[in-house]
């Protein structure tokens, strides 16, 4: 069987184990099948996220100008404390970042190799924590808007890393005894003055449970520097595709790229 199309980021479902579907140009490929299963991965090319335009992806499945013009690829995106369309302010597009950002977000703690803290969207829970590999996660805020959630998590980053470790994660070791539950409680006490009214411990944990299990060796390779790849599928853990031997290949941060998929 053979594929071809634009990579965008793996869909899931939130299933035992979870289930992946590469997403080549809107052509879902169900990945847990594949398992198992020799795949052979060619780079052809590169088609913008944004504009379609075959250029090369500067960064999140931007070319270089959408990367500095598109509300999608916005400061706001990385750091939500910059946060301005509750003001009415607009960095790129008002109506397109109202709509992203004037809705409830979510705070939350998630352990992917180490306890970090996060900011997303309501309705991309619990997408986001599996797009981050979390092996648990849990909200610590519901805000009502980008800005407060960002607020949030600034005073958070300075007693907790805000980035997965992506090793770590993929290392897939983690504390039996951690308690996320009764470390949310401990952290309470860091958030803002004004935004302690967000707090909240309405919701229980949430295990994730991955087709995937640790290599003893771990290493990523991108499709810039080996085009061409070919392996047997292991598993899949966060937006990592496994292959044996310990190869990696990160799905989200490939983005953009055109590609011919053979199994």
Not at 81 to 87: F, G, I, P, R, W
Request: glycine share 6%.
């Amino acid at each position: 069987m053979q594929f071809s199309g634009q990579i965008l980021k793996m869909a899931t479902q939130n299933a035992k184990p979870i289930q992946y579907f590469l997403n080549l140009s809107d052509d879902l490929i169900n990945m847990n099948q594949l398992i198992g299963k020799n795949i052979r991965i060619k780079h052809t090319g590169y088609e913008c996220v944004n504009c379609g335009k075959d250029e090369k992806v500067y960064r999140m499945g931007f070319c270089k100008k959408c990367f500095f013009e598109s509300p999608y690829a916005s400061d706001t995106i990385i750091r939500p404390e910059l946060s301005t369309a509750h003001l009415g302010i607009g960095e790129r597009d008002l109506e397109i970042e109202k709509s992203i950002q004037l809705q409830p977000h979510i705070v939350y703690l998630a352990y992917t190799g180490d306890v970090k803290v996060g900011v997303t969207r309501d309705t991309q829970i619990p997408t986001r924590w599996i797009d981050q590999g979390a092996t648990f996660a849990l909200p610590i805020a519901i805000t009502e808007n980008r800005y407060e959630a960002g607020m949030i998590e600034v005073a958070m980053k300075e007693h907790l890393a805000d980035k997965t470790n992506w090793k770590k994660m993929l290392e897939d070791d983690f504390e039996d005894d951690l308690d996320l539950a009764d470390f949310r409680e401990k952290i309470k006490n860091y958030f803002p003055e004004n935004f302690k009214n967000f707090y909240t411990k309405d919701h229980t944990m949430v295990r994730l449970d991955y087709p995937y299990e640790a290599p003893e060796k771990i290493t990523s390779f991108t499709l810039d520097k080996m085009p061409e790849f070919e392996g047997v599928l292991n598993g899949i853990k966060g937006q990592y595709l496994s292959f044996e031997g310990g190869s990696f290949l990160n799905v989200r941060a490939h983005e953009g790229y055109v590609v011919e998929l053979t199994v």
